[in-house]
């Protein structure tokens, strides 16, 4: 009988040891090597990762035989590994901008008179509406929590001209990427004032893609 808690074909990595350690990448990584497009995915490739989160890890080890607030790093563990359930984020985000800010009339008078319309707000500040918003992030989350691209050996970087040839609305994807995107040297000083806070990642989830003329990849899913 097959044993339904092995994940065979799968690496058991740390995403807070990756992530830390894209931080370093940001901070001493050779920014030229983003110019080269022409480049294959190897296995060599994979194990220098593994090996380099293993390296932060142990580094992180030993800060903590130092010093430790356990408290803290319990609930950070488990904020950060938590898997959620993507589909019912999305439903109650569309549920609440869709549904709820729209109609101020279903509240009490008290609260009707602390409303405020964030859809309509929404729209103004990025020239988006949310629905339009979410149906993209709808997309995106739809690849990648696929178990058949979960790992593949392929380039990281994805032409958004490719991805979405088909769509009409390409001014408003763009708006949308745009919101999302930022490029590794605008986190540089950001990853240098928090190198040594091993649970901030702020900036990696503000700006879920790293953008490089007109690539992206995608940092957290």
């Known amino acids: 009988m097959k044993n339904k808690k092995m994940a065979k074909n799968q690496h058991v990595i740390s995403l807070q040891m990756l992530l830390i350690l894209l931080k370093k990448v940001i901070i001493y990584g050779n920014y030229d090597s983003l110019k080269i497009k022409d480049y294959k995915i ?5 194990q220098e990762v593994i090996i380099l989160q293993l390296l932060i890890a142990d580094e992180i080890s030993e800060k903590h035989k130092r010093d430790i607030d356990t408290d803290h790093f319990l609930y950070a563990t488990y904020h950060l590994n938590y898997r959620r359930n993507a589909a019912k984020e999305v439903q109650r985000m569309y549920y609440m901008m869709e549904h709820l ?104 989830f503000a700006f879920p893609f790293l953008s490089d003329g007109g690539k992206r990849i995608h940092i957290y899913k």
């Open 42 to 46: 190897q296995n060599q490739d994979y």
């Open 101 to 204: 800010s729209r109609t101020s009339e279903i509240f009490d008078d008290d609260v009707r008179a602390e409303y405020r319309d964030y859809y309509q707000d929404f729209t103004l500040k990025y020239g988006i509406t949310p629905t339009e918003y979410i149906v993209f992030l709808f997309w995106e989350l739809h690849y990648y929590n696929s178990s058949k691209n979960a790992l593949s050996k392929s380039k990281c970087w994805r032409n958004v001209d490719i991805i979405y040839k088909d769509i009409k609305e390409k001014r408003k994807i763009s708006k949308v990427i745009d919101i999302l995107k930022t490029e590794p040297f605008k986190l540089k000083e950001w990853a240098k004032q928090t190198e040594m806070e091993e649970w901030d990642f702020t900036s990696f």
